[in-house]
């Protein structure tokens, strides 16, 4: 562009920024409002300051139209800054006006249109409800009426999108040409010497006229590419704000949406998240009746698949299929659709379990934004298969485009898409399967914190119709009607495809931010499926299915993807940690209105609900003078260091339970806590422990094999400076190894437990102000080697991590996901390799060589790091925004590692995980139950490699439900011999639909499983 052109453009936008100015003709400020604060009602006016963090207030007043704007366009403006723009720290407000709710305002939508019934209205009440936001600071609001001038807005809106259009295309010479000569020549009319004067209004006709002949109506002009635009604003259910505010914002953003919708036919908006949309049922049902008429009328999408918008990585495989089984069944009951589209604009990488969970649950299509933000690489797709681990396939694509949205500089901008000539083409420019589509997908609005769509974005659809020079032509729509012609697109074309996880190269910190609440909810998923079992077995007619919903339900919104990754300010968890408590005693009590009755026998019942046998340890009060016996046999047991009776069941079926009763006995002697030497014999291992109480030589008995590589140690303790460039709670940077501090000043080193069941080494270290405590458990009927911790934190932005060196000679790591598992390079020859610093995995990952391999084991860490020779856990991050007492306090934990022979597979590292992971539930039983109960094994399966993992009631049948899966990566044919009588079996896909009859021979069905595959059988019990 050269400087004459330059200067042209410029004239022209400021000829624009007069009509700007000149669309309000008159205002008319609010007087005699009230402020109501509290207790305390006082006087405002328009422009005072008030107004504390996280508060709600409430102006009120009433206002007359003047006679002679009735018949005019009348707004009210209503804003506290003319410059902010994070709906996080600013008011976010709802008008009413007659006791009507009229729309949500805040820095984005500054402006109510007044309908035009209301004109006439001798007098209106005017209400304002406000949230202040999260900053502590005062503001004004100022409020005023106005009067618009109609011609002049539709003027500014021809020259606004055909100026932003011209500067997009700067240095495409043919173009600019278009535009400097069209709105040159437009210009030219234009006349501001007696605004609002007959003159005025007819330069504005002609100008109008030129711009919509010689641009906007130019068939000539009309492009080959299309943007289909659809409203969206993404409202994280929580996050900088509480799942109460989270609520109200959907309330604002949709009262906006719908009153958008008035003013403007062609606007088309989607909204996800069944749990927001059941939230708005039941606090606002008004608002929602009108949803659903917009959604009947085609107006308005429901779509997204999950209950909410999931962490993909954290939440466990079950809990996966519930969020898309509760969401999907929501959008078929409420709004009689079948969601497609499984709509993740914001999460932080994707489990490559995922596509074989959609293809399951008939959810073709997947969308997402948040991978173009990765930090080395970049994804060479944005239209493409992806194949999971099973082989599955899902179409797939990235909204993506470049943006200036709310930085000074361009950037890649997602799911809060602006609409503007420069975002529609940059969505296109962007776009990297040119030659296979041409048409994209861009979600407009603003979001996180809600808003929506502005007005002034949708003037600027309408002017995008046909395209302008350079610029794709926009339409409106819905993602799921895309996905259906994109498909229908990419028939007989050679698509690309990507293969396993979408590792997202950013957040990395979120595997392991606000521990608790990952450790809660790990508990919470293994107790709700554990209670479905328990109930199938014992208790089929007085299953609890209600609860059970409500209970899943409330476990799936807190695995929202700024929730369970710890994202989320305090108040956030100050909630979840109450809601967990909650689950947990619901659970207790739902076992014990089971299980007891008003005559409690003196016996435990303990269930086992692995579909596997196992050797069960738990923990009961017992008298010391008596023994525990289960079958009239007399159990091993030894008191642990809490003052408990540890018993070891042996060999305790699959899906079966026990009854231990306590009888008189020899007294279990509590052993006195000794000072430990450096080296110690257990049942499977020669242990060498240096000054630092750190493990400096493990010798395996069996094989001979010294596990720690020459000069290490295992169990090395190391804090890091994690002060990340960015998004404190989010990421660990790729340099946090850079400055490190051994955690070794040992205050203590015991042997407090040598029993019949384990030796237990416990070990106290300080590091600063936080306190550590060990208990090494060496199990003489497992090999696997547990390090039970209790930590007592009080550090920030430091990240602790647990090392262990190993003499294993492998290139690769296995990792546990849901469903299945993936194998990593653990080299850095490739930028791809090297981004993978930091990785996630479900409950193990593995490292092996030819005949011998270790694995490590947690029962609720997620974060882990790996190379040659090294596997590592993370145990603590300690951010401080967006909450600054993160992760401070206790923290208990187990992780392990289990050296074995041969692979994985042989060692049976999938079992030792969920023994872990899985515990038996322990109750006092009652008499009636001892009467009428059978405690036999539910159910077995003949083969290894095929886990049994979920037994329930069907979610809309009197039928019961079995979901397997296996894990080895190999065709499987496989029994399952069931204690009940079977009537029918039935394949089903995840949603519990019918696909096709099973043989059942005498209670015994036979499943078939391509490798990694998840089966869903339904049976019907006679």
Same mark, same amino acid.
């Given at each position: 562009m050269d400087v004459i052109e330059m200067l042209v453009r410029e004239s022209i936008q400021r000829m624009n920024q007069e009509l700007k100015k000149n669309m309000i003709k008159k205002t008319h400020p609010l007087t005699q409002l009230k402020l109501v604060d509290g207790d305390l009602t006082r006087d405002y006016q328009s422009g005072d300051y008030f107004g504390k963090k996280n508060q709600y207030y409430t102006i009120y007043g009433e206002m007359t139209i003047p006679e002679e704007w009735q018949t005019s366009?009348?707004?009210?403006?209503?804003?506290?800054?003319?410059?902010?723009?994070?709906?996080?720290?600013?008011?976010? *407000?709802?008008?009413?006006?007659?006791?009507?709710?009229?729309?949500?305002?805040?820095?984005?939508?500054?402006? &109510?249109?007044?309908?035009?019934?209301?004109?006439?209205?001798?007098?209106?009440?005017?209400?304002?409800?406000?949230?202040?936001?999260?900053?502590?600071?005062?503001?004004?609001?100022?409020?005023?009426?106005?009067?618009?001038?109609?011609?002049?807005?539709?003027?500014?809106?021809?020259?606004?999108?055909?100026?932003?259009?011209?500067?997009?295309? *700067?240095?495409?010479?043919?173009?600019?040409?278009?535009?400097? =000569?069209?709105?040159?020549?437009?210009?030219?009319?234009?006349?501001?010497?007696?605004?609002?004067?007959?003159?005025?209004?007819?330069?504005?006709?002609?100008?109008?006229?030129?711009?919509?002949?010689?641009?906007?109506?130019?068939?000539?002009?009309?492009?080959?590419?299309?943007?289909?635009?659809v409203g969206h604003t993404h409202i994280d259910i929580a996050w900088l704000w509480t799942v109460a505010q989270a609520i109200e914002k959907g309330q604002r953003s949709f009262s906006?949406?719908?009153?958008?919708?008035?003013?403007?036919?062609?606007?088309?908006?989607?909204?996800?998240?069944?749990?927001?949309?059941?939230?708005? %049922?039941?606090?606002?049902?008004?608002?929602?009746? =009108?949803?659903?008429? %917009?959604?009947?009328?085609?107006?308005?999408?429901?779509?997204?698949?999950?209950? &909410?918008?999931?962490?993909c990585n954290l939440t466990s495989g079950e809990s996966l299929v519930r969020q898309i089984v509760h969401g999907k069944q929501f959008i078929k009951e409420e709004f009689g659709t079948d969601s497609q589209v499984l709509w993740l604009p914001d999460v932080f990488g994707y489990s490559a379990a995922l596509p074989q969970i959609l293809k399951k649950t008939n959810t073709p299509y997947f969308m997402t934004t948040k991978l173009s933000w990765n930090q080395f690489n970049q994804i060479p797709y944005d239209t493409f298969y992806w194949q999971g681990i099973d082989g599955s396939e899902i179409l797939t694509h990235f909204i993506t485009t470049v943006s200036e949205g709310y930085s000074p500089t361009p950037y890649y901008t997602t799911y809060n898409g602006l609409l503007d000539p420069y975002s529609v083409k940059g969505s296109w420019d962007r776009y990297q399967q040119k030659d296979l589509n041409d048409e994209v997908l861009l979600a407009y609005g603003y979001g996180d914190g809600g808003g929506g769509p502005t007005r002034e974005m949708l003037e600027v659809a309408k002017r995008l119709k046909n395209g302008l020079p350079g610029i794709p032509k926009v339409t409106s729509g819905f993602p799921s009607a895309y996905f259906q012609r994109l498909d229908e697109t990419l028939k007989e074309k050679k698509v690309p495809r990507w293969r396993g996880e979408l590792y997202f190269e950013y957040h990395r910190g979120t595997y392991t931010s606000m521990a608790k609440n990952k450790k809660f909810n790990r508990e919470t998923e293994t107790l709700l499926q554990s209670l479905e079992k328990l109930f199938v077995q014992f208790g089929r007619e007085r299953y609890p299915q209600g609860q059970l919903t409500k209970m899943w339900q409330l476990t799936l919104l807190n695995q929202f993807h700024d929730t369970l990754p710890g994202s989320s300010i305090k108040e956030v968890y100050d909630q979840t940690d109450l809601e967990y408590q909650e689950t947990r005693r619901l659970g207790r009590t739902l076992v014990t209105e089971l299980l007891t009755d008003d005559q409690p026998q003196d016996q435990w019942f303990v269930y086992n609900p692995l579909a596997k046998q196992r050797d069960l340890l738990v923990e009961l009060s017992v008298e010391s003078d008596q023994s525990l016996v289960a079958d009239g046999q007399l159990l091993r047991q030894q008191l642990t260091t809490s003052g408990k009776r540890l018993v070891l069941i042996p060999e305790v079926p699959s899906l079966s339970g026990c009854l231990l009763k306590p009888e008189k006995g020899q007294p279990v002697v509590p052993l006195t806590a000794r000072e430990v030497g450096k080296q110690i014999e257990t049942a499977h291992y020669f242990v060498t422990f240096d000054e630092q109480a750190e493990i400096s030589s493990l010798i395996d008995k069996a094989t001979h094999r010294e596990i720690v590589p020459e000069g290490q140690r295992l169990n090395q303790l190391v804090a890091y400076e994690d002060l990340p460039l960015n998004f404190d709670a989010w990421d660990i940077d790729i340099f946090y190894q850079e400055k490190q501090w051994a955690v070794q000043d040992v205050q203590s080193?015991?042997?407090?437990?040598?029993?019949?069941?384990?030796?237990?080494?416990?070990?106290?270290?300080?590091?600063?102000?936080?306190?550590?405590? =060990?208990?090494?458990?060496?199990?003489?009927?497992?090999?696997?080697?547990?390090?039970?911790?209790? &930590?007592?934190?009080?550090?920030?932005?430091?990240?602790? %991590?647990?090392?262990?060196?190993? @003499?294993?000679?492998?290139?690769?790591?296995?990792?546990?996901?849901?469903?299945?598992?993936?194998?990593?390079? *653990?080299?850095?020859?490739?930028?791809?390799?090297?981004?993978?610093?930091?990785?996630?995995?479900?409950?193990?990952?593995?490292?092996?060589?030819?005949?011998?391999?270790?694995?490590?084991?947690?029962?609720? %860490?997620?974060?882990?790091?790996?190379?040659?020779?090294?596997?590592?856990?993370?145990?603590?991050?300690?951010?401080?925004?967006?909450?600054?007492? @993160?992760?401070?306090?206790?923290?208990?934990?187990?992780?392990?590692?289990?050296?074995?022979?041969?692979?994985?597979?042989?060692?049976?590292?999938?079992?030792?995980?969920?023994?872990?992971?899985?515990?038996?539930? &322990?109750?006092?039983?009652?008499?009636?139950?001892?009467?009428?109960?059978?405690?036999?094994?539910?159910?077995?399966?003949?083969?290894?490699?095929?886990?049994?993992d979920t037994v329930k009631k069907a979610e809309l049948e009197e039928t019961l439900i079995l979901r397997l899966y296996e894990f080895h990566n190999k065709r499987t044919r496989a029994q399952v011999k069931l204690n009940l009588q079977v009537e029918r079996a039935v394949l089903c896909d995840l949603l519990e639909n019918e696909l096709e009859e099973l043989a059942v021979v005498d209670n015994e069905v036979i499943i078939p499983f391509l490798p990694f595959e998840i089966q869903t059988i339904k049976l019907y019990i006679k």
């Open positions: 366009l009348v707004s009210l403006g209503i804003y506290s800054s003319e410059t902010e723009w994070d709906n996080a720290t600013n008011p976010q *407000i709802t008008l009413y006006l007659n006791d009507q709710l009229i729309q949500g305002l805040d820095v984005n939508h500054r402006e &109510v249109i007044l309908p035009q019934e209301l004109l006439a209205e001798p007098l209106l009440t005017v209400r304002l409800e406000i949230f202040s936001g999260r900053e502590e600071k005062q503001f004004p609001l100022f409020i005023q009426l106005q009067e618009l001038d109609q011609q002049t807005r539709e003027s500014y809106f021809d020259f606004y999108v055909a100026l932003e259009s011209w500067r997009s295309i *700067i240095g495409d010479s043919h173009s600019e040409l278009i535009y400097q =000569q069209v709105l040159q020549e437009a210009s030219r009319f234009l006349d501001f010497r007696q605004p609002y004067s007959d003159a005025y209004y007819n330069g504005l006709s002609a100008a109008s006229t030129r711009l919509q002949e010689d641009l906007y109506d130019r068939v000539d002009f009309q492009a080959t590419a299309t943007v289909l635009a906006t949406v719908l009153k958008l919708m008035e003013e403007y036919p062609d606007y088309t908006f989607i909204q996800s998240q069944p749990q927001m949309y059941q939230f708005i %049922k039941e606090h606002y049902p008004e608002l929602y009746q =009108q949803i659903k008429q %917009k959604i009947a009328e085609g107006r308005w999408e429901a779509e997204g698949a999950m209950w &909410v918008e999931a962490d080193v015991q042997l407090v437990e040598d029993g019949p069941i384990r030796q237990t080494i416990r070990i106290k270290r300080v590091f600063e102000a936080s306190t550590i405590k =060990q208990f090494i458990h060496f199990y003489h009927h497992s090999r696997r080697i547990d390090f039970e911790t209790d &930590v007592d934190w009080h550090q920030q932005h430091i990240l602790l %991590k647990a090392q262990f060196p190993i @003499a294993i000679n492998t290139l690769k790591a296995t990792f546990d996901i849901q469903f299945g598992n993936v194998e990593r390079a *653990i080299h850095t020859n490739t930028s791809w390799d090297m981004a993978r610093f930091e990785v996630c995995g479900q409950k193990w990952l593995d490292m092996s060589e030819g005949n011998y391999g270790v694995s490590m084991l947690t029962d609720c %860490k997620y974060g882990f790091n790996v190379a040659y020779q090294q596997m590592g856990v993370t145990l603590i991050k300690s951010a401080t925004d967006p909450n600054p007492e @993160a992760d401070q306090g206790n923290h208990q934990f187990i992780y392990a590692i289990l050296p074995h022979e041969g692979s994985w597979q042989e060692a049976e590292t999938v079992e030792e995980a969920l023994d872990l992971n899985t515990p038996a539930l &322990v109750s006092p039983i009652g008499k009636r139950f001892l009467k009428e109960e059978q405690l036999v094994s539910f159910a077995t399966v003949n083969q290894k490699n095929i886990l049994l």
